[in-house]
Structures are given as structure tokens and as C-alpha cells.
T-cell receptor, first 113, second 115 residues
Framework: DGGITQSPKYLFRKEGQNVTLSCEQN?????MYWYRQDPGQGLRLIYY???????QKGDIAEGYSVSREKKESFPLTVTSAQKNPTAFYLC????????????FGDGTRLSIL | AQKITQTQPGMFVQEKEAVTLDCTYD???????LFWYKQPSSGEMIFLIY??????QNATEGRYSLNFQKARKSANLVISASQLGDSAMYFC????????????FGAGTRLFVKA
């Protein structure tokens, strides 16, 4: 089945530690996205990528980094510069035509130890 | 800059009645798409309905319809004949169709359906 796989489902970060969230898709989609969701809140865009080796900052990119070396993969690193990383992180992808919705992974819940 | 506003943090509706969830947006792009998603307590995102900026007719999908008023920049979701299973968070989203397909979401509306 085609879809998006996020791992791990739960992740704990220690102070000063960088952690990487995995996102893999087998939908052959060009565009991929990372969102952060705080409890009871909406999704805020962290980074997005339209094609391999290219990505743009979203609205809350500070303290995060991404790479897009392969079409299928768009990992997100939460760096130690992100002082409040506790949140639910959702990865999504989308492909043509324009009326196609984003496909989402099941999310990673990140907490501080 | 793009912006999505959902002004209703929470809404109550009686089972079997219709409910309208508001969404207004701001963009300078001439071509864009508007989406509504449902997020149950399990956290998954479920796509409901899509409206393109050049679509002449309002979109409908089963019990969901979109009241699109382009001049007012609003894209309200109407759910008819509410069911208990409709209780969830609902998000309005906008995707630009040029320059990287940036997609942003509103803050959401939590819908409670009463028996």
C-alpha cells in the first residue's frame, strides 16, 4: 500500500541533544512537508520541499533542519536550539494534480526528558 | 503572505442538524486551492473536500459542502445531518499553486456533536 511512514511514534529528547524524525513516502510525490502541532492547536509549517535537494523554510523553521537527498525521504532534525520541542510532528506529501490533498503520516510525538 | 483564520475554537451541534465551520483566508496568489481536513482524537488527518480558486461551483462531497465566496475570501465548511462520529477537530488549509506548493493551516475548530 502506498503511504507515508513516520518513525518513531514516540521520541524523547535530552537537553542539548539533536534528534531526527524520519519520514518516508512511496507515493512518488514531489512535494513533502513538516508540520508541528501543539495540543489543541493547528498545524504550523516548519519546512517544505518541492523537489529533491531543494527546500524552503516555513513559518517556524528556527531550531529545525531538514534534508531532501532522495525523493522518498524528508527527515527533520530538531536541534538543541529549539528550546520548546515538545509537540506532535506531522509529515505530509502531495503530488499533482492540484486538487489532490496532502497525504499525512501518523505523526511523531516528541517530549523532553 | 498567506494566512488562514478559523475564528470558532469550538462548536456544538445537535445530532442530525447541519453546522457551518468558518474559514477566511488571505493571499495575493491568483491560483490556490482550499482544503478541509478532519482530525479525530487519534491524530490522523482525514481529507474532506477541496475547492480550487478558479472553480465556478461550490464543492460537495457527500454530507460535506464548501460555501466558497471568493470576493470575501471565505471557504466555509457545511456538514449536513451531523453524526456523533463527526466530533473532531476540523482544519481549513490553503495551498498556493505556484512557487513550491506551500500549504498552511488554520488553528482549527473543535466540533462536538450532541446526541
Amino acid at each position: 500500500d502506498g503511504g507515508i511512514t513516520q518513525s518513531p511514534k514516540y521520541l524523547f529528547r535530552k537537553e542539548g541533544q539533536n534528534v531526527t524524525l524520519s519520514c518516508e513516502q512511496n507515493l512518488n510525490h514531489d512535494a513533502m512537508y513538516w508540520y508541528r502541532q501543539d495540543p489543541g492547536q493547528g498545524l504550523r509549517l516548519i519546512y517544505y520541499s518541492q523537489i529533491v535537494n531543494d527546500f524552503q523554510k516555513g513559518d517556524i523553521a528556527e531550531g529545525y533542519s531538514v534534508s531532501r537527498e532522495k525523493k522518498e525521504s524528508f527527515p527533520l532534525t530538531v536541534t538543541s536550539a529549539q528550546k520548546n520541542p515538545t509537540a506532535f510532528y506531522l509529515c505530509a506529501s502531495s503530488g499533482p494534480p492540484r486538487n489532490q490533498p496532502q497525504h499525512f503520516g501518523d505523526g511523531t510525538r516528541l517530549s523532553i526528558l | 503572505a498567506q494566512k488562514i483564520t478559523q475564528t470558532q475554537p469550538g462548536m456544538f451541534v445537535q445530532e442530525k442538524e447541519a453546522v457551518t465551520l468558518d474559514c477566511t483566508y488571505d493571499t495575493s496568489d491568483p491560483s490556490y486551492g482550499l482544503f478541509w481536513y478532519k482530525q479525530p482524537s487519534s491524530g490522523e488527518m482525514i481529507f474532506l473536500i477541496y475547492q480550487g480558486s478558479y472553480d465556478q461551483q461550490n464543492a460537495t462531497e457527500g454530507r460535506y459542502s464548501l460555501n466558497f465566496q471568493k470576493a470575501r475570501k471565505s471557504a466555509n465548511l457545511v456538514i449536513s445531518a451531523s453524526q456523533l462520529g463527526d466530533s473532531a477537530m476540523y482544519f481549513c488549509a490553503m495551498r498556493r499553486n505556484t512557487g513550491g506548493f506551500k500549504t498552511i493551516f488554520g488553528a482549527g475548530t473543535r466540533l462536538f456533536v450532541k446526541a
